[in-house]
């Protein structure tokens, strides 16, 4: 059964840069588009970034664009997103999806991913 999990988070001053980690187990990584969302406190989880399988393509939302960046590495089985310029904004746990996407006008949307990590804590301080 696939497992994800991740780490990399923490506190952060405002400015400061992070890099998150999710380790696929229990299936191949090459097979799965992956991708970041998180949940802030009081706010619905909302859609982050997305790499496609072999890294080809990927997506931001408007927060994350320019400042964050999501890279694969299939062999490691492992998926990073480098965040830099981080905003108290940014703050909330963050996770980690698995599935494949039909449509990338889609990519937003919950319903593509099966598998989902834990979450990982990622805090900005003002």
């Known amino acids: 059964q696939v497992q994800l999990v991740e780490s990399g988070g923490g506190l952060v001053q405002t400015g400061g840069s992070l890099r998150l980690s999710c380790v696929l187990s229990?299936?191949?990584?090459?097979?799965?588009?992956m991708a970041w969302f998180r949940q802030a406190p009081g706010k619905g989880r909302e859609f982050v970034s997305v790499?496609?399988?072999?890294?080809?393509?990927?997506a931001y939302s408007d927060s994350a664009k320019g400042r964050f960046t999501i890279s694969r590495d299939n062999a490691k089985n492992t998926v990073i997103l480098q965040m830099n310029s981080l905003k108290p904004e940014d703050t909330a746990v963050y996770y980690c999806?698995?599935?494949?996407?039909?449509?990338?006008?889609?990519?937003?949307?919950?319903?593509?991913?099966?598998?989902w990590g834990q979450g990982t804590q990622v805090t900005v301080s003002s």
């Open positions: 229990g299936g191949t990584l090459s097979t799965q588009d």
């Open positions: 999806a698995a599935g494949t996407i039909v449509n990338w006008l889609r990519v937003r949307l919950e319903g593509d991913y099966g598998y």
């Open positions: 790499v496609s399988r072999f890294g080809g393509r990927t």
